[in-house]
């Protein structure tokens, strides 16, 4: 039913965009120049809704591309007892287009503390247009997917790689 009703506010602001582009070319004394501008016009009106995400989701795969990476230093890790901690969980990133969620992934040694391996998780929300009408559960941007970006390598994996040893 969501569905339908997304569908039928995008059939909407095709029309409404039409409408204005249509006003627009009736502004020009040139056909062909009032032809360019109104099919300029429907353009920016149908993307305007989600110009948020647009800019947003390139922000969002800047960081997945730069941040989202294990570090680890192999020799220093191998023989370790370690626990993950997340700090900070689920950090809004300030300066985007969209609300991106942070989160640090620390893989400490037990006795010192000492930070051995850490990652970074990122998840995107989507823009205004998707929030205001309200049909998806998990607000998840319509312009880009994956939302989320994080190393596909398991803690598991990450101990039987390394030698470390995870602890509860």
């Known amino acids: 039913m969501s569905g339908l009703f997304f569908f039928g506010v995008i059939a909407a602001w095709g029309a409404v965009a039409f409408l204005m582009a249509k006003r627009v070319t009736r502004l020009v004394q040139s056909r062909i120049l009032g032809l360019g501008l109104g099919a300029l016009a429907f353009v920016l009106m149908i993307v305007l809704p989600v110009v948020d ?11 997945c591309r730069q941040n989202a990476v294990l570090r680890i230093d192999a020799e220093k890790a191998k023989g370790r007892k370690v ?6 969980l689920n950090e809004v990133l300030p300066g985007n287009a969209i609300a991106i969620f942070h989160s640090h992934k620390s893989y400490r ?16 929300k989507g823009g205004w247009f998707i929030r205001l009408l309200g049909v998806s559960e998990t607000n998840d941007p319509i312009t880009f997917s994956p939302s989320a970006c994080y190393p596909s390598i398991t803690p598991q994996e990450i101990a039987g790689t390394y030698g470390i040893t995870l602890i509860k």
């Not at 995400?53 to 960081?63: K, M, N, T």
């Not at 040694?109 to 995107?124: C, G, H, K, Q």
Request: net charge negative; no cysteine; proline share 3%.
């Open 53 to 63: 995400e647009i800019v947003g989701g390139y922000q969002f795969r800047a960081l």
């Open 83 to 88: 626990r993950v901690v997340f700090e900070p």
């Open 109 to 124: 040694d037990v006795v010192t503390n000492e930070e051995i391996a850490s990652n970074e998780w990122y998840l995107a």
